[in-house]
């Protein structure tokens, strides 16, 4: 719903003020390359359960090209991902799983994108856990923000993934 409450007051935030770079998130999350959608966090809150950090959308995101031709918008799906970054950055860093070693997308809710996000920008994510079983699952309430202007909301699921499974070989069918 539009004028939604943000999570945290976008104003008592300080985004020049650095607590972890990409760097350290690159410790907790196992994304690399185009797909690191995280460039610092700037916030967090142990007794809330919150977490803030933001990417800087430039013209060398590998979706400007195709993604419109000479209107460059952020995918939709993009946004999401950088919500599942920054949710599994704080799940991780806090080890709220437990042993598991990775927290995939188990599913969006009441997700809605309400501005275009677009190079150039700073999209400010925020995340607040709300749910959490450990060894299992997640889900945190996410907005994220283009300065003052909300551009996407919603929750998010994480689930515990098998790792040790996931990492064998394929067998090939046929």
């Known amino acids: 719903m539009p004028g939604k409450a943000p999570i945290i007051a976008l104003d008592a935030l300080d985004l020049s003020r650095v607590l972890v770079d990409r760097e350290g998130i690159r410790r907790f999350n196992p994304q690399r390359f185009e797909m690191e959608q995280i460039d610092a966090i700037v916030y967090e809150d142990v ?7 933001y990417k800087d959308i430039t013209d060398q995101e590998f ?60 999209l ?27 551009v996407c909301e919603g929750q998010i699921k994480g689930i515990a993934l098998p790792v040790e499974a996931l990492m064998q070989p394929q067998s090939s069918v046929g």
């Not at 007794?47 to 950090?53: D, I, L, M």
């Not at 939709?76 to 919500?83: D, I, N």
Request: glycine residues 12%.
């Open 47 to 53: 007794a809330t359960h919150t977490c803030v950090g």
């Open 63 to 122: 979706w400007v090209r195709g993604h419109m031709p000479g209107m460059p918008l952020m995918p939709g799906v993009m946004m999401c991902e950088a919500a599942a970054q920054l949710a599994s950055y704080y799940v991780h860093r806090h080890n709220l799983l437990g042993a598991r070693e990775m927290l995939g997308f188990g599913g969006l809710e009441e997700v809605r994108f309400r501005e275009t996000v677009r190079p150039g920008d700073r």
């Open 124 to 150: 400010v994510i925020i995340a607040k856990m709300v749910k959490m079983r450990p060894g299992a699952m997640c889900v945190s309430a996410f907005q994220e923000y283009v300065g003052n202007t909300l």
